[in-house]
C-alpha cells in the first residue's frame, strides 16, 4: 500500500467569499460565471468594493484535496505560497483538514504575495471569481518531490496550474515520478477560458498520459469543440475514464465502452463555489476506496450538493454519513 491515495498539484490561496447583486458585477466590470485572473491593483480595488466576506485557504486542486482527506483519505498537497500572514493560514488550515503540506514557502522577500480569489456569489449561488495567482503562479519543477510523488496511488492536476511560466515542466516532472512508480494521473479542466488558452498542451497531456479526465459541460465541450454528447465520446476515445459534471442533470461517467448517467441530488444552491472541485474529491477517494465507477459518481454528486448548500468551499457535514443516508456506500 502506498502511502498517498491522492496527491494534488494546483493552485495554493486563500478565498474571500461575498455576496454581490447582478448590477454590482456589472459596475465592477466582471463577467459572470467565470474566473478572471487579475493583478494586485485589481484585488486590492475588488476588496475594498467587497461587503462582509468570509476568507478561508482555497485554490481548486487544494478544496479536492480537502475533500479527499474529510472522507479520512491519505493525502497531500502541492502548491506555491509565500511566507507572510495568508500563507501561513494556507499551510495551517489545509494541514488541519488532515492533509500533508510540505511545498517550500516563497520567502518573505519575494516580490509578488500570496495569491487570493475574490469570489463574487449572486443571488443564484453562480459565483464570479477574480483571481490573484501572487507567488502560485510560480510553481516550479524544483518545488515538486519526486519522492513523495512516487508515494501516490493518484495524482491529481489543477487544469487553472497551466497559467504559469514553469507550471507545464513542474506538471511533466511529476507525472514522470508517478507513472515510474506505477501510479495513474488525473486531470481537471478546470475553467472552458482555461481551455481555450492551453487546448493544445491539455489534449498532447490527455492523449499520452491522463487516466482519467474530470470536465463539466462547458468544458469539455471547449476542449473538443463539439456538442456534449460528442465531447463526451471524444474523451472517452483517449482516456481510460471520463467523469463529466452537468450540474442539476447531475454527472456521467464512461469507462471501457460503457456510460452511466447518475442523477443529481436536489439541493437550494445557496454557494456554487467548490462543486466540482468536491465532485473530484469525493470521487477519487471513492476510487482509491474500490468502489466501482458508478458508486464513485453518486458520492461526487452527493459530495457536491453538501458543498453548494452552504457559503464556502469545504464540507461542512459527514461526507460519509451522507453517503450512507443516500446509499452510495
Known amino acids: 500500500m ?32 467565470i474566473m478572471q485572473l487579475i493583478d494586485m491593483a485589481r484585488a486590492v480595488q475588488l476588496y475594498a468594493h467587497v461587503g462582509p466576506a468570509e476568507e478561508v485557504s482555497g485554490g481548486s486542486a487544494a478544496n479536492t484535496i480537502a475533500g479527499v482527506a474529510k472522507l479520512g ?28 503540506y510540505e511545498t517550500p514557502f516563497a520567502p518573505k522577500t519575494a516580490e509578488q504575495e500570496t495569491g487570493r480569489c475574490i469570489i463574487l456569489v449572486t443571488p443564484d449561488g453562480e459565483r464570479s471569481m477574480n483571481t490573484y495567482l501572487g507567488v502560485t503562479e510560480f510553481l516550479s519543477p524544483s518545488d515538486i518531490d519526486v519522492d513523495q ?20 515542466e513542474a506538471f511533466a516532472k511529476a507525472i514522470a515520478a508517478c507513472k515510474a512508480a506505477g501510479g495513474r494521473v488525473s486531470l481537471t479542466l478546470s475553467d472552458p477560458f482555461c481551455v481555450e488558452r ?8 490527455i492523449r499520452e498520459d491522463v487516466d482519467l479526465l474530470f470536465a463539466n459541460r462547458a468544458e469539455i465541450m471547449s476542449m473538443y469543440q463539439c456538442d456534449f454528447a460528442e465531447a463526451m465520446r471524444a474523451a472517452a476515445a483517449e482516456v481510460a475514464i471520463v467523469a463529466a459534471t ?3 442533470q447531475g454527472a456521467h461517467v464512461l469507462w471501457d465502452g460503457h456510460h452511466a448517467h447518475v442523477p443529481a441530488i436536489p439541493t437550494q444552491i445557496v454557494d456554487a463555489t467548490g462543486a466540482g472541485d468536491l465532485f473530484a474529491g469525493a470521487f477519487l477517494w471513492g476510487l482509491t476506496e474500490g468502489y466501482d465507477l458508478e458508486a464513485c459518481t ?28 443516500h446509499g452510495a456506500l
Open 246 to 248: 452537468e450540474s442539476e
Open 149 to 168: 510523488i512516487a508515494q501516490a496511488d493518484w495524482i491529481y492536476l489543477e487544469g487553472y496550474r497551466f497559467d504559469g511560466p514553469e507550471s507545464h
Open 198 to 205: 492551453h487546448r493544445d498542451a491539455f489534449r498532447k497531456m
Open 2 to 33: 502506498k502511502k498517498f491515495q491522492v496527491v494534488g498539484i494546483g493552485n495554493a490561496m486563500v478565498d474571500v467569499i461575498a455576496h454581490a447583486s447582478e448590477d454590482s458585477l456589472a459596475a465592477l466590470g466582471i463577467q459572470k460565471g
Open 298 to 325: 453518486r458520492m461526487g454528486n452527493i459530495a457536491a450538493s453538501e458543498i453548494i448548500s452552504h457559503i464556502g468551499a469545504r464540507p461542512e457535514a459527514d461526507l460519509r454519513a451522507l453517503f450512507r443516508r
Open 73 to 100: 483519505g491519505r493525502t497531500a498537497y502541492v502548491g506555491k505560497v509565500k511566507d507572510d500572514q495568508l500563507g501561513q493560514i494556507f499551510a495551517h488550515d489545509l494541514r488541519a483538514q488532515g492533509a500533508v
